[in-house]
Each structure stands twice: as C-alpha cells, then as structure tokens.
C-alpha cells in the first residue's frame, strides 16, 4: 500500500520527478471555480488515484494521478472558530489548487503548501495553471483524458 503523505512528487511511483499527472476534468473544473470566484482567490485541498486504478497503462500503476477535489465550504464556521477544515479528510491530501486573481503564476509566500502546488491565474485556461512542488520549483503538468473512479469529487 502506497503512503498517501510520502516525500515522493505526484507523479512517480517512487523518488522524485518534476512531472506530474491530472486528469483534464479536473483541470477543466479548477479553472472553471476559479473564474466564478474571481476577484477572489480560492484554494481546494486536491487528492490522487494511482494511475493502475484509472487504466492509464503508458504510467506506472502506483503514479498518482490528481482526480478530485475537496470543496471547502464543509464546517466554513467550525474552520473559522477552531481552524479545522472538516472539509477535507483525516490524513490530508496530496496537493493544493490556489488561484491568483491578480495575475501572479507562480507560489506565493501566502500559499498553504502541499507537495504539488497548482497556481491559476486569469484568463483561467489551460495556458493559465502551473504546478509547483512545495519550494516553488515548477513541475510538468501532464493533463490525461481519463475519467476518475466513481465517487471522486
């Protein structure tokens, strides 16, 4: 079993990589929240599929795949009294969308960090959302037509 919290880049089954993988629905989806948000920034706790469970046979079956996303409006007043985010599941997510209304594509100091950072900024397309690791360093962003398993968000 894969630990969904190790050091490893979304994106290889084991060591680093500078490459990492999402499906395009869940581009599509980022950047649609993001331009009905816009003026104002979002940020969405993402999680991942190894690539074996999505029948993505050109990956190794233990790559993550970013498939889906964790919308934050769970516990919004509990998160603000306590500073829970009942939102997103015990154990925390592989990754983190942040949009920039202000036109800045790359990781502010700002950010809530994760090992892979997806920045979007208007006009949001696709030429408009980066990846990051968590010290600002810029990934490929490799977008698969592959559709997430049942139940992801």
Known sequence: MTDRNS????????GT???????????????????DRDPQSVTLSLDTTPAGE??????????????????PQAG???????????????GQTDGRFVSHPDG????SETDDLHAVVFVAV???DRESIRAFDRSGR????????VEPPDGAL
């Open 122 to 124: 208007p006009p949001w």
């Open 138 to 145: 810029r990934l490929r962003l490799e977008t698969l037509a």
């Open 7 to 14: 050091t490893r880049t979304a994106g290889q089954g084991s």
């Open 104 to 107: 800045r594509l790359d990781v």
């Open 76 to 90: 919004s007043s509990v998160n603000a009294v306590f500073g829970m985010d009942l939102g997103t599941p015990v």
């Open 17 to 35: 990589t500078d490459q990492c993988y999402v499906t395009d629905g869940l581009v599509e989806y980022l950047l649609e929240y993001a331009s």
């Open 54 to 71: 999505l029948d993505v046979s050109s990956l190794d079956p233990e790559t993550p795949v970013f498939t889906h996303m964790y919308l």
